[in-house]
């Protein structure tokens, strides 16, 4: 599906009107499952994803495969529900796009909790996606921080992630200025289009289809990435901008959780 | 299940210790692959690459079907991987264990998502016949670096693979096979290859080609595939402990030298079995991209 997002370089505005640094709404809840040991609510602008939390307990009996038994082990489950997407569709559970996902929220957190303290245990998270609408696995991993926060696991700090992507000039095909007359005139000093490859911070589902972007998960308001996923081509040359851009927006989306988290908190000791 | 065998203590310290006094247990360089070892198989389409004790298959085969109804006008390309049990007591068949799902993804997103093959050069009539281009990739023998070495065999096993030569009058198709006519190679965009970045001592030591000893080792690994042209195809970098960003950066500038290597590596190898395979210097009049 081809789609026209060339109309960025005119007027600096995306699709949804946003400009290249803006995050989309982030709404978020923590203890929604009264049943789970720590769930929470997320949604990154039209992404919804609900994450529980079982554990850490005790592991089921005879369950198999790595890790050693002085650490935590931790399950990650990702269910999509049919009416997610688009289309309806029928994944099947052994779906190798899913296991990769759940592969990486599952080794991103074991570097962030604290999984010496729990030897000889599982933790189990569980994470529906409800509505698709692009940086899934952002999504994923910052719902699943809101859970395993509500359940008082121990981590280093939040793991946040965030998106980011790149306007390519193939894509978009720098209108010059001979094409528009017009606008080149208006826009005076500031060149239209010249600056064709914008960096843009939290892309949308139709934006994702389009554009090279990345996936970038940082611990806490450091500088340092703990997960970094790009599955789409775009030059060397644009990464450092795009890291940039990601790291950025790591560090706000790191504000609104935290934010979340201390109204609940709040909250908690009010209702006491 | 069986489990890889883990590291005794002692080894994981000793391996540790040297690599901080900067000396890794087969003395290479930190930035240097080992031995890459590139044979083609009679056959078009097979290549055998041993990177260090890491040895793998691949098999590119290809038949006539229907393409997919809503992909009229597109061949249909696959890439399935196998662990077999000889390779590693780890591997069972039949049930793949996380990274043979992480091998296919990565191969799968370096190779078919990135269009490395044109898949609509291997259409036929829209809509009704085109190409099947499946490409079975076998590990023999695990001593790390699977995904480097799979990504190396695919690319040369793709790039050496002809297909029959096909023609099309009307609703005719007329597949020559490979006596009647000199088979075409397929349309390669671009050669992606893969470079697997592993992290020891919170990010102080970064290296090239880890062995599956490094490999238990290490902290975080970071998995670049770039072409040659200084594209990145795809990063993966799925957790572990936190890197800077700027050392993402550098890995990306270490990879395009790598892969630039490697790509010289695996043509020079290519010439050669062409060489071999243009016994009477036929070749050039026969290749089906004359006039006809």
């Known amino acids: 599906m081809p789609l026209d997002t060339s109309t960025y370089s005119l007027a600096l505005l995306r699709l949804d009107g946003r400009r290249w640094n803006e995050l989309r709404r982030i709404h978020a809840q923590i203890s929604t499952q009264a049943a789970a040991d720590g769930s929470s609510y997320l949604e990154m602008g ?13 592991g089921r009996r005879g369950a198999v495969g790595g890790g050693s038994q002085s650490e935590m082990r931790i399950e990650v489950e990702i269910n999509i529900a049919g009416f997610a997407g688009v289309e309806r569709k029928k994944r099947s559970r052994a779906d190798r796009r899913n296991a990769e996902l759940s592969h990486t929220v599952q080794s991103a957190l074991e570097s962030t909790l604290l999984t010496h303290l729990y030897p000889h245990s599982t933790l189990t ?39 980011a992507g790149s306007t390519s000039a193939s894509a978009a095909a720098p209108p010059s200025s001979s094409a528009i007359p017009g606008l080149g005139g208006i826009g005076g000093n500031r060149s239209v289009g010249a600056d064709a490859d914008d960096p843009l911070l939290d892309l949308n589902g139709l934006e994702e289809q389009e554009l090279p972007y990345l996936t970038v998960g940082t611990q806490g308001d450091s500088d340092k990435v703990v997960v970094c996923v790009m599955e789409t081509r775009c030059h060397a040359s644009r990464l450092e901008e795009m890291l940039a851009v990601g790291i950025d927006g790591c560090k706000r989306v790191r504000e609104i959780l935290d934010g979340v988290v201390r109204a609940h908190g709040k909250k908690m000791i009010e209702n006491e | 299940m069986p489990r890889e065998a883990e590291l005794s203590l002692n080894e994981r310290e000793f391996l540790l210790q040297a690599l901080r006094e900067n000396v890794r ?24 690459v041993q990177l260090g004790k890491t040895r793998i298959v691949v098999r590119v085969s290809c038949d006539v079907t229907a393409p997919y109804p809503d992909r009229k006008f597109d061949g249909i390309f696959n890439i399935t991987t196998e662990f077999s049990p000889m390779a590693s007591p780890a591997f069972e068949v039949g049930r793949p264990n996380e990274s043979e799902v992480i091998l296919s993804r990565i191969l799968e997103k370096a190779i078919r998502r990135s269009s490395a093959l044109d898949t609509e050069s291997l259409c036929i009539i829209a809509g009704q016949k085109c190409f099947a281009v499946r490409a079975d990739i076998h590990v023999l023998d695990h001593d790390g670096g699977l995904v480097d070495a799979a990504c ?29 006519r000199e088979p075409v190679p397929l349309a ?12 020891f001592h919170s990010g102080e030591v970064v290296l090239v080609d880890a062995t599956l000893a490094e490999e238990q080792v290490r902290e975080s690994e970071v998995i670049v595939t770039m072409n040659r042209h200084g594209e990145i195809c795809q ?8 890197i800077d960003a700027v050392s993402l950066l550098t890995c990306t500038s270490s990879a395009l030298g790598k892969v630039q290597a490697l790509w010289k590596y695996i043509q020079e190898k290519l010439d050669e079995d062409a060489k071999k395979r243009d016994a009477g210097g036929l070749m050039a009049e026969l290749s089906a991209e004359n006039a006809r």
Do not use: W
């Open chain 1, 46 to 58: 039209n992404t919804k994803v609900i994450c529980t939390v079982a554990g850490p307990a005790e």
């Open chain 2, 235 to 242: 990063i993966a970098k799925y957790g572990g402990s936190p």
């Open chain 2, 188 to 199: 390669m965009l671009h050669h992606p290859l893969c470079v697997t970045f592993s992290y």
């Open chain 2, 152 to 180: 190396i065999a695919l690319i040369a096993a793709l790039q050496h693979f002809r297909r029959p030569d096909v023609t099309v009058e009307g609703e005719n198709v007329t597949v020559y096979s490979l006596r009647e």
């Open chain 1, 125 to 163: 998270l569980t994470l529906h996606i409800l509505a698709q609408d692009g940086a899934l696995l952002a999504a994923c991993i910052n719902a699943a921080t809101l859970a395993l926060v509500d359940a008082g696991v121990p981590m280093y700090d939040y793991l946040v992630a965030c998106s």
């Open chain 2, 25 to 48: 247990l087969d003395g290479r360089p930190f930035d240097t692959f080992r031995n890459v070892e590139l044979k083609f198989g009679e056959e078009y389409g097979v290549a055998d």
